[in-house]
């Protein structure tokens, strides 16, 4: 579909043997990482390449980041009920010290754009990712029943602001549907790079086939062409995408991808602008994936969006904690 962009490819199935079993274990395990640990030590890690390129980030053209004065409530774009933060089952969380993240500036990466279905010559436009020339943006996936990615990543993100605040983090969206298309994935990376951020995500969801299911970190690989230089964050990157893999499993329950990562949750990859670009440590996290109808079913629940955010957010405080 047009919406994946021209660079879709189909995605390949190869389903995790283990995913299930680590999964049902890194429930047993409390703690911050221990389900992470143990998931890691379960089995082989390959990491999937650059296999799939369904969701791409986006990026677009004026350069601050102008958060937004307003500030939508999250459950103000919710489809179905507002989030029960307080989740009892879940909740082996560690409670986080508040305040324990001042000083600290997090940047948050709404994939997409609820407006770039209107502008599509703008998103079109190719920008110069380092390694190649890329589309400004695309207009994202939503799920069969017409619930947009973008909607998706906006809400993801203002609940993830609203938890990191209360820790004291400088939080800063790159967009916050306050402009009419974009940002591009090159202004994307610029703005967390600007911000000296000192840990970035960019939120989206899969537009993957039906049956393919569970979230994946996309990590940036270690570039160095054009003004594309990965490889003073690479390390980083991957350390703070472990964190919110482990935490992400904790909160929601949700299994690693059956179809890229090879189970581990994890990919790597070097075709992605909003990657490439960036100065800061940097991860995309694949909440799910929208074309399939179970996955479509938690990632239309404001209350699964919430746990979603939550996992996210407790990631990132382990990361600049450690
Ligand atoms: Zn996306």
Redesign the pocket.
């Known amino acids: 579909m047009s919406y994946v962009g021209p660079d879709f490819e189909p995605p390949q199935p190869r389903r995790s043997r283990r995913g299930p079993l680590t999964v049902a274990l890194a429930a047993l395990v409390p703690g911050a990482l221990a389900g992470w640990l143990v998931w890691q030590a379960v089995g082989d890690h390959k990491e999937g390449g650059s296999d799939r390129t369904a969701?791409a980030a986006s990026s677009s053209t004026p350069r601050s980041a102008s958060p937004s004065p307003s500030r939508p409530s999250a459950s103000a774009t919710d489809d179905t009920k507002p989030g029960t933060p307080s989740a009892p089952a879940a909740s082996s969380s560690a409670p986080v010290v508040s305040g324990s993240l001042k000083g600290k500036v997090v940047v948050i990466d709404p994939?997409?754009n609820p407006a770039n279905f209107q502008h599509a010559s703008e998103i079109n436009r190719k920008v110069n990712i380092g390694t190649n020339w890329k589309e400004c943006d695309t207009t994202?996936t939503s799920t069969n029943a017409g619930y947009t990615?973008a909607r998706f990543t906006l809400d993801v993100a203002h609940r993830m602001r609203d938890i990191l605040e209360k820790q004291g983090a400088t939080v800063k969206l790159t967009q916050d549907g306050d402009r009419s298309f974009g940002p591009c994935v090159d202004e994307r990376a610029r703005i967390g790079n600007a911000a000296h951020a000192d840990a970035v995500v960019s939120i989206?969801a899969d537009g993957s086939a039906a049956g393919n299911r569970g979230f994946h970190v996309i990590l940036p690989a270690s570039v160095h062409a054009g003004a594309a230089d990965t490889r003073p964050i690479a390390a980083a990157s991957r350390d703070l995408g472990e964190h919110i893999a482990g935490l992400f499993v904790r909160e929601t329950g949700s299994a690693p991808s059956n179809y890229v990562g090879d189970g581990t949750g994890l990919v790597v990859r070097k075709d992605l602008g909003g990657l490439n670009l960036s100065t800061v440590p940097k991860v995309f996290i694949e909440c799910g994936n929208m074309r399939d109808t179970k996955d479509a079913a938690l990632l239309t629940s404001g209350a699964w969006r919430e746990k979603a955010a939550r996992g996210i957010s407790e990631g990132i405080v382990g990361f600049l904690h450690g």
Do not use: F, L, Q
Request: hydrophobic content about 0%; charged content about 15%.
């Open positions: 969701s994939g997409h994202g990615e989206h």
